[in-house]
T-cell receptor, first 112, second 114 residues
Framework: KQEVTQIPAALSVPEGENLVLNCSFT??????LQWFRQDPGKGLTSLLL?????REQTSGRLNASLDKSSGRSTLYIAASQPGDSATYLC???????????FGGGTRLMVKP | ETGVTQTPRHLVMGMTNKKSLKCEQH?????MYWYKQSAKKPLELMFV???????ENNSVPSRFSPECPNSSHLFLHLHTLQPEDSALYLC?????????????FGPGTRLTVT
């Protein structure tokens, strides 16, 4: 059974800092991996989807990397801003179907 | 309305009540999902519907009863719930079929069972 872990569970940084969020998964036979953002009490917003054949994906200040063999993904946020404060969730898909397995999330606070 | 909408946004119900959560997607998708997000636990998939047919039931208790009358609408009927069922219930949609398609989420319904 796939298990997804995100470390750290919470992170507080000053504005402007570059930071890395970590995601690890136990079964490396994944189809793709998705990073989401969740604001308090709100739904999820998809940030990046990285296919198993890809090593990284970039969107603006965000860069997600994937090392399938070691069961790891990282989300790099450059020049963090207070508006980046949210919970970041990593989810993996083990086949081409619908099932996503989520990690517990990293709660990020960026202080002005 | 755009994207995925959910109503109500907040719901308080007693253990003997019957209520329903509604989800509607305006994205032309054919797959819809219910997820449960409890405090301090990862998001859990509850049900999946593809082309109105239920294709996944993740061992969900029968006090949760989903209904998908068409590809745009999904309901979750609730009856005789327990306090531990209090959570944020999220609906999502995507293209159906084998392709590992991106899922789009609604804002959720915050449910409190008293």
């Amino acid at each position: 059974k796939q298990e997804v872990t995100q470390i750290p569970a919470a992170l507080s940084v000053p504005e402007g800092e570059n930071l890395v969020l970590n995601c690890s998964f136990t079964d490396s036979a994944i189809y793709n991996l998705q990073w989401f953002r969740q604001d308090p009490g709100k739904g999820l917003t998809s940030l990046l989807l990285i296919q198993s054949s890809q090593r990284e994906q970039t969107s603006g200040r965000l860069n997600a990397s994937l090392d399938k063999s070691s069961g790891r993904s990282t989300l790099y946020i450059a020049a963090s801003q207070p508006g980046d404060s949210a919970t970041y969730l990593c989810a993996v898909r083990n086949n081409a179907g619908n099932m996503l397995t989520f990690g517990g999330g990293t709660r990020l606070m960026v202080k002005p | 309305e755009t994207g995925v909408t959910q109503t109500p946004r907040h719901l308080v119900m007693g253990m003997t009540n019957k209520k329903s959560l509604k989800c509607e997607q305006h994205l032309g998708h054919n797959a819809m999902y219910w997820y449960k997000q409890s405090a301090k636990k990862p998001l859990e998939l509850m049900f999946v519907y593809n082309f109105k047919e239920q294709t996944e039931n993740n061992s969900v208790p029968s006090r949760f009863s989903p209904e998908c009358p068409n590809s745009s609408h999904l309901f979750l009927h609730l009856h005789t719930l327990q306090p531990e069922d209090s959570a944020l219930y999220l609906c999502a949609s995507s293209q159906a079929g084998t392709g590992g398609y991106e899922q789009y989420f609604g804002p959720g319904t915050r449910l409190t069972v008293t």
